[in-house]
């Protein structure tokens, strides 16, 4: 019997890992800033996109958020929330880590993620250097989600055509992107949202 798809391309940040934001949003209220500007402000495209391919390091990325920051409090309170919200304590979804391995028996799985130099060492420190079949970082290949290179990347080194991916991202963005590039695309809103769209393929035999 046919498998339901040949590859399994799946999203890290929002899906697999997720952040412990407390120190910066005491930080925030402590400094009478709105909630979320730090966020705001390192995701700018003009402050996180060098990051996001590999142009500058995560040190560097805190320097270009510090310089935006000091526009609304001093260098100081600035430096104190950049190095806070890169340095934030994370941990991932097991429940989504199990599914993932399940669905391995049958398929490739291949990380696809817009991420900073660090991504390698972040992985380490998660124990999941060797968990990936492949894994495609923007830092790396110089080209971020929902650019369509990127997804034909992961494509080509999971060994299947486009139109066979699963592709599993928590921003409606990247997910339309992979759609249009012939995939079947789920956004993610919770582990059950991964479960639906793996059932097809995990109630198939395994190999031997």
């Given at each position: 019997?046919?498998?339901?798809?040949?590859?399994l391309l799946c999203d890290f940040d929002g899906v697999i890992r997720f952040y412990d934001t407390g120190?910066?949003?005491?930080?925030?209220?402590?400094?009478?800033?709105?909630?979320?500007?730090?966020?705001?402000?390192?995701?700018?495209?003009?402050?996180?996109?060098?990051?996001?391919?590999?142009?500058?390091?995560?040190?560097?990325?805190?320097?270009?958020?510090?310089?935006?920051?000091?526009?609304?409090?001093?260098?100081?309170?600035?430096?104190?929330?950049?190095?806070?919200?890169?340095?934030?304590?994370?941990?991932?979804?097991?429940?989504?880590?199990?599914?993932?391995?399940?669905?391995?028996?049958?398929?490739?799985?291949?990380?696809?993620?817009?991420?900073?130099?660090?991504?390698?060492?972040?992985?380490?420190?998660?124990?999941?250097?060797?968990?990936?079949?492949?894994?495609?970082?923007?830092?790396?290949?110089?080209?971020?989600?929902?650019?369509?290179?990127?997804?034909?990347?992961?494509?080509?080194?999971?060994?299947?055509?486009?139109?066979?991916?699963?592709?599993?991202?928590?921003?409606?963005?990247?997910?339309?992107?992979?759609?249009?590039?012939?995939?079947?695309?789920?956004?993610?809103?919770?582990?059950?949202?991964?479960?639906?769209?793996?059932?097809?393929?995990?109630?198939?035999?395994?190999?031997?």
């Amino acid at each position: 019997m046919r498998l339901p798809f040949d590859a399994l391309l799946c999203d890290f940040d929002g899906v697999i890992r997720f952040y412990d934001t407390g120190e910066v949003a005491e930080l925030e209220r402590g400094f009478g800033v709105e909630p979320g500007t730090t966020a705001r402000t390192a995701f700018a495209p003009d402050v996180d996109g060098p990051a996001m391919v590999g142009e500058i390091t995560v040190p560097q990325w805190v320097d270009a958020m510090v310089a935006a920051l000091t526009e609304q409090m001093s260098p100081e309170q600035a430096r104190k929330l950049g190095e806070a919200f890169t340095g934030a304590p994370f941990s991932v979804e097991q429940d989504v880590l199990d599914l993932l391995r399940q669905a391995q028996a049958h398929v490739p799985v291949v990380l696809v993620s817009n991420a900073t130099l660090q991504l390698e060492e972040d992985l380490d420190a998660l124990g999941l250097t060797h968990f990936f079949d492949e894994v495609v970082s923007s830092a790396r290949v110089g080209v971020v989600k929902p650019d369509r290179r990127i997804y034909q990347i992961a494509a080509e080194r999971a060994g299947a055509d486009p139109r066979r991916c699963l592709f599993i991202d928590d921003r409606a963005e990247n997910v339309e992107a992979a759609v249009a590039l012939g995939m079947t695309g789920v956004l993610f809103r919770e582990v059950a949202d991964m479960r639906r769209a793996l059932t097809p393929l995990l109630t198939q035999p395994t190999t031997p």
